[in-house]
């Protein structure tokens, strides 16, 4: 698992076990005994060993739990926890990653996650296989690894990395089995293929195979297309070359502002201050470096002028863009600066062909330009576009360069940087499903014609829809692309997670079932009411898509690890709403509301409390809506004490919460300007947020 945190380096403490002492804990006046049987519970939430405990409240010191860790963990003196970083964030907290081991080999994935804030435990999680049985073998050698890969890829050119001894986890469809392995990192350039093998050490068999590069899966769930009738239609240094303002023309989203470079006499797409270079992808010869990227003939785009107005340079000019546009939005909303955090350079490579190694029997290679994909292995770090065509066929597909797509696969290299979700089954589906929520926060926040569909204009409507996925209605689109997807957890459309994992079942429905996912994060943006598959009614009032893309990147980059699933992603993001906006907020309320609609959590639970007050809350009417002059009434029949507030959509506070009578209570919002607001009205732990619109 990778992450942007600050590495200790040389530095690797194992725990000890030692004894459970007594601590003194000095509370106000008196003094607490504090023992191991006051840590918290541990709640395994999956059979991968994921698990998370909450000190939220409980004043735990954090010496007492690292020097007391693994008999709170339950392991013995075969295990042991090596710090790999430590790091503390904007908010303050405190996030230190252990490694664990079973004696002295990496247990693959096994992380533990121990967060904290003024020195006191707030909340761990991780995944743990604290009973391990099992005999770690002799390894086999590196040429015995890469022997039995080639094998399996049959491909040319492959390149190794990574080979490593561990154990390793492999879900069988019943159950969870350990294995003794050896891993390598694979890649063949010539194919665009990516994996990193487990092979296990006894048997010499393949028993794991994580897909390392992320296609924007088009061609092989394309059904009869047949059918359909096509339309008519560099190394991160400082660079001396001059940034110039350009007003070029995109292939989707018209002209728009972008930056580019003075380079031999004419202009190139190269933005020297954001670090993104975009080029001319057709003459890649499949093979590349960290230091060069992709190789080849590999051209610049040029033009005399700083405008770029030709037809053909359009898709390029979309990526190019949106690169500036994703790089801008990670630095201003999540203070992220490229996809490691580190500044590194964004390169992008229009019209790849994907089929450009294979051939028909009469010797010509088909173009196949219906994908996109982010590579992020052994030091290459780019993504690569097609231009559309099918089988070197026009009509079924425009460009693959929409703003959301390249968003989705700048993300995809966010997502390999931060929690690494495995590639296969759910976690797969989570890294799709984070990858369309940032690609589509990027489209709100270049503010061109925002919508909440994936690739919208760029299959062609006879495919049955011109967007691959409608996040607002999953169910939505043309199965003939695999736009049909689930909207509730295990509901219509879920595709099955059993193994094996490979390309024909879409590697467990990673795509297909990434719908979830994106569905809690439009209903947590936007609100919305209805029921689900599971016949429970849900209502969720949206917080707008800024909080909701706080939400879900403190979800992903905090506390999710490499075999997360949908119940780990709605435990840690409560934990997320809680750093952020408190226990108490209406923001948790709505987290949990969120995914009741998409068939998580307990509704039952959720809506049992205070039920009383919630239905008074529901009933409370707001008028005259449009308001003028920021002057309007809350009519109330709470009994209890309540208040509101006032905020923008972007969740800033507009007005200070003021109390709120039973009955008429004029409000006074002179001074706001005009536009769309939320009132949120808070009475005995329970919240409502309602529109209004100030003229």
């Known amino acids: ?9 040389t530095l690797a403490i194992t725990l000890s076990l030692g004894s459970a002492p007594l601590v003194l804990i000095h509370a106000q006046d008196r003094e607490t005994e504090l023992s191991i049987r006051n840590l918290p519970k541990i709640s395994t939430s999956s059979a991968m060993g994921n698990f998370y405990a909450s000190f ?9 739990l690292t020097t007391n860790f693994k008999k709170w963990l339950g392991t013995d003196d075969n295990h042991t926890f090596e710090l790999v970083s430590a790091k503390t964030d904007e908010l303050g907290f405190k996030h230190t990653v252990f490694q664990h081991y079973f004696k002295n080999v990496k247990v693959a994935d096994e992380l533990i996650l121990v967060h904290e804030k003024d020195g006191k435990v707030t909340y761990v999680n991780g995944e743990l296989t604290p009973d391990i049985k099992l005999t770690v073998q002799q390894p086999l050698t590196q040429a015995q690894v890469e022997s039995i890969v080639n094998a399996d890829l049959r491909t040319p050119d492959i390149t190794f990395a990574d ?3 561990v154990i390793t986890k492999v879900y069988a469809g019943k159950g969870v089995e350990l294995h003794s392995v050896s891993q390598i990192d694979a890649l063949s350039l010539k194919t665009l293929q990516g994996y990193m093998y487990y092979i296990d050490n006894g048997t010499k068999q393949i028993v794991k195979k994580l897909e390392k590069i992320h296609h924007h899966n088009i061609t092989p769930v394309i059904n009869n297309i047949s059918t359909v009738k096509p339309s008519a239609g560099i190394t ?5 070359f001059l940034d110039t303002s350009s007003t070029s023309a995109t292939y989707y989203k018209g002209n728009q502002q972008i930056t580019v470079d003075s380079y031999n006499g004419a202009f190139r797409l190269k933005d020297n201050a954001r670090n993104v270079h975009t080029l001319d992808g057709t003459g890649w010869d499949g093979n590349g470096s960290a230091a060069s990227g992709l190789t080849g003939t590999i051209n610049e785009y040029s033009s005399s002028t700083a405008n770029y107005t030709a037809a053909a340079t359009k898709p390029a000019v979309e990526v190019h863009w949106a690169m500036e546009k994703a790089h801008d939005y990670y630095v201003n909303r999540h203070n992220r600066n490229s996809y490691d955090g580190s500044g590194s350079i964004i390169r992008n490579y229009y019209n790849i062909n994907f089929n450009r190694n294979t051939t028909t029997g009469a010797g010509q290679t088909p173009i196949d330009g219906t994908n996109a994909a982010a590579i992020d292995q052994q030091g290459i770090v780019a993504m690569v576009y097609g231009s559309g065509l099918y089988q070197g066929q026009a009509g079924y597909f425009g460009p693959i360069v929409g703003i959301d797509v390249a968003g989705h696969e700048y993300s995809h290299l966010m997502v390999s940087r931060t929690a690494n979700l495995a590639y296969q089954a759910e976690s797969g589906a989570l890294n799709e499903s984070f990858a369309d929520m940032f690609g589509t926060a990027i489209e709100f926040y270049s503010n061109v014609n925002p919508n909440w569909t994936i690739a919208e204009g760029i299959p062609n409507p006879g495919l049955g829809a011109n967007y691959f996925r409608n996040m607002a209605n999953p169910n939505a689109g043309s199965n003939q692309i695999g736009g049909q997807q689930p909207d509730t957890y295990q509901g219509t459309n879920w595709a099955s997670t059993a193994p094996p994992y490979n390309q024909n079942n879409d590697h467990g429905g990673v795509h297909k079932n990434s719908g979830v996912g994106n569905y809690w994060f439009y209903l947590l943006s936007q609100g919305g009411s209805g029921t689900n598959d599971n016949g429970t009614a849900f209502n969720v009032t949206g917080l707008t898509i800024q909080k909701a893309e706080k939400i879900a990147f403190r979800t992903l980059t905090t506390y999710l690890t490499a075999n997360s699933g949908y119940i780990n992603a709605y435990d840690q993001s409560k934990q997320a709403a809680i750093d952020l906006y408190g226990a108490n907020s209406n923001e948790l309320q709505q987290v949990e509301n969120a ?7 307990n509704c039952a639970k959720l809506l049992a409390v205070n039920e009383i007050a919630k239905s008074e809350l529901q009933n409370i009417k707001i008028y005259p809506n449009p ?6 009434t809350i009519e109330s029949n709470i009994k209890g004490a309540a208040d509101y507030e006032i905020y923008d959509l972007s969740g800033k506070l507009i007005k200070p919460a003021e109390k709120l009578e039973k009955g008429i209570n ?3 919002g002179s001074g706001i300007q005009s536009g769309v607001y939320l009132v949120k009205i808070n009475a005995e732990g329970n919240t409502v ?3 209004i619109v100030i003229k």
Not at 595 to 601: D, H, L, P, T, Y
Not at 627 to 632: L, R, V
């Open 163 to 165: 080979f490593e001894q």
């Open 236 to 240: 991160s240094v400082v660079s001396p």
């Open 56 to 64: 939220n409240g409980q004043n735990i010191p954090t010496d007492f």
């Open 595 to 601: 995914w009741c609609a998409v068939g998580i959590g």
């Open 1 to 9: 698992m990778k992450r942007t945190t600050t590495i200790i380096k």
């Open 666 to 668: 004029k409000v006074n």
């Open 627 to 632: 308001a003028t002059s920021g002057q309007f």
């Open 689 to 691: 947020s309602k529109k």
